[in-house]
């Protein structure tokens, strides 16, 4: 089941996305920085226990922000990943946004679902402004993605 995300889901949304922060596959996120930004987030559960989460971040009037796409490993490779990503594009139709984007170290599951690589330069500089508190910055890693609804 998706659905959004609680107050209760934190500390396992925090638990999942560090696993793979860990073995540099996506960025690690403080409990502060999930509990101010909670409600960005659906995560996909099967009774009580939490195995996948992504969040929906506005970041403009036209431009919001895929983040933390993140699926247990037991949980892999059954199309869960997928469910997240189209809940969030659902709500940014939704919200009657243009543009949704990625910074990710895996490209090609993005590419799936109609997202086209971009230069990061081609980002606002309000983006910037959160890659700079990055411990990767200036030296980051990640390909920007994007998909225009």
Same mark, same amino acid.
């Given at each position: 089941?998706?659905r959004k #995300?609680?107050? *209760?889901? @934190?500390?396992?949304i925090?638990? &999942?996305?560090?696993y793979y922060a860990? %073995?540099?596959?996506?960025?690690p996120r403080? !409990? ?6 909670i %409600?960005d ?7 009580? /226990?939490m195995?996948?989460?992504? #969040?929906l +971040?506005?970041?403009?009037?036209? !431009? $919001?922000?895929?983040?933390? &796409?993140?699926v #247990?490993? $037991?949980k892999?490779g ?5 469910? &997240? !990503? ?6 940014? %139709? *939704?919200?009657? !946004?243009?543009? @949704?984007f990625?910074l *990710?170290?895996?490209?090609?599951f ?5 997202f086209? *690589?971009i +230069?990061?330069?081609a980002?606002p +500089?309000?983006i910037?402004?959160e890659?700079i508190k990055?411990v990767?910055?200036?030296?980051? /890693?990640?390909?920007?993605?994007? /998909?225009? &609804?």
């Amino acid at each position: 089941m998706i659905r959004k #995300a609680k107050v *209760t889901d @934190v500390k396992s949304i925090q638990k &999942l996305i560090n696993y793979y922060a860990k %073995r540099d596959k996506m960025l690690p996120r403080s !409990l502060n920085e999930l509990y101010e930004n909670i %409600r960005d987030f659906f995560v996909y559960t099967e009774g009580s /226990k939490m195995y996948g989460c992504c #969040a929906l +971040h506005i970041d403009w009037e036209d !431009l $919001s922000e895929i983040k933390s &796409l993140a699926v #247990a490993p $037991s949980k892999s490779g059954k199309g869960i990943g997928g469910k &997240l !990503l189209d809940e969030c594009m659902k709500e940014a %139709r *939704t919200l009657k !946004l243009k543009k @949704v984007f990625a910074l *990710t170290y895996v490209p090609g599951f993005f590419a799936q679902f109609g997202f086209k *690589t971009i +230069h990061k330069e081609a980002l606002p +500089h309000k983006i910037w402004s959160e890659c700079i508190k990055c411990v990767y910055f200036p030296k980051c /890693k990640e390909i920007a993605v994007m /998909k225009e &609804l």
